[in-house]
């Protein structure tokens, strides 16, 4: 049988960086890897290698566990960080709350303690308010604290931000878990390296993303502090999340982090966001309601404009109810996408 294409790839969509491909460096490592045999499960020589590339990132107490994708990451990062009798507390937005069918509950048998986040960042005020009750058996022991960077809404939480969050959990004993599906977007975003709002801001635990950021596919689970956590390595093959061959997604952060690609790859997305949203912004009709810090635009649009251009480019409906829809851009989006696309919206919403 003849293989053969099956769809156009000069297509675009801003429906989520999920949708792009796979960044030529990392294919290219993916055949590096490829040929001959090597130990399964981890025991190869990619993986051995893949944890100096991120103690690089995140300091010499750093272990990173490769795993299939970023649910998976996080629920074995907060199942390694709680008993069955411990509480996460989270934004309301929060991916492992909305996104991840359950999957904190149902499998980590974890109860998620969620709170109003409007920007969806949660802050030391905020989490007080489930922030009690440590020795009462009639309620779930608040044991973690999950926060994402950047956030389901766009937006990014600066070192001190993340340090007061930490200063306050690790003071009652809580530990602070840390969703980096686009960790490497707001390392783009602020300008640091990504250790100075991680490890140096006190977080213990992080998924780190990769899929979004160029990867085939692949996150991992980083432990940043050894004694936050027990039994990984257990629980990640227990929740079906240990690759056989992995050596083919440790050589994909290899190729990511090893040099400047994750940075590259995260500023072009953030540049095509801010692109996309000075395109847009002040056009009659439509508001931009999230400040613009990574690779998400969200904005307000009449519901007749949003029907008719999500026919020509796909991109979700965020909020059915205020009409708020959600653009994002990746490591591929050209500024010629990003100018079809404004030149789209400007002339549906003439249209309205």
């Known amino acids: 049988m003849t293989l053969q294409r099956r769809h156009d790839p000069e297509s675009r969509g801003f429906a989520s960086d999920n949708y792009a491909g796979v960044h030529p460096e990392i294919l290219d490592a993916i055949a590096l ?9 981890g025991e190869d020589a990619y993986t051995e290698h893949l944890q100096e590339v991120f103690r690089r990132h995140f300091g010499e107490q750093a272990t990173a566990y490769p795993v299939f994708n970023g649910t998976g990451a996080n629920v074995v990062g907060l199942q390694a960080m709680t008993e069955r009798w411990d509480a996460v507390i989270c934004a309301e937005s929060a991916h492992i709350n909305v996104d991840e069918c359950g999957a904190p509950e149902k499998v980590a048998g974890i109860k998620l303690l969620t709170l109003p986040a409007p920007d969806g ?24 604290v999950s926060i994402t960077q ?13 340090a007061a969050i930490c200063e306050q959990a690790h003071r009652h004993g809580m530990k602070v878990h840390l969703d980096g599906a686009r960790l490497a977007n707001a390392a783009a975003t602020l300008g640091v390296p990504l250790r100075e709002f991680t490890t140096d801001a006190g977080v213990d635990v992080l998924s780190f993303g990769g899929t979004k950021n160029g ?9 940043l502090d050894p004694g936050a956590v027990r039994g990984v390595q257990f629980l990640r093959k227990a929740a079906m999340q240990l690759a056989s061959k992995m050596r083919f997604l440790s050589v994909q952060f290899e190729a990511l982090l090893g040099g400047d690609l994750w940075l590259r790859n995260a500023a072009h997305a953030n540049a095509m966001a801010r692109r996309l949203a000075d395109e847009v912004r002040g056009l009659p009709g439509l508001q931009i309601t999230q400040e613009v810090q990574a690779n998400a635009v969200f904005a ?11 026919k020509r480019f796909r991109f979700y409906t965020w909020n059915e109810h205020t009409g708020e829809v959600r653009w994002m851009t990746a490591f591929d989006t050209t500024e010629a996408d990003i100018d079809a696309f404004g030149a789209a919206v400007a002339e549906e919403l003439r249209e309205s």
Do not use: F
């Open 33 to 41: 890897a490829n040929g001959g045999h090597q130990i399964s499960y």
């Open 150 to 162: 950047t956030t389901e809404l766009g937006t990014c939480y600066s070192p001190q931000e993340i």
């Open 300 to 310: 307000v649009l009449p519901k007749d404009v949003t029907e008719r251009l999500q």
């Open 121 to 144: 960042k949660l802050t030391p005020e905020l989490i007080a308010r489930h922030a009690w009750g440590w020795g009462d058996e009639h309620r779930a022991q608040p044991r973690v």
């Open 215 to 223: 990867m085939l596919l692949g996150e991992a689970v980083v432990v």
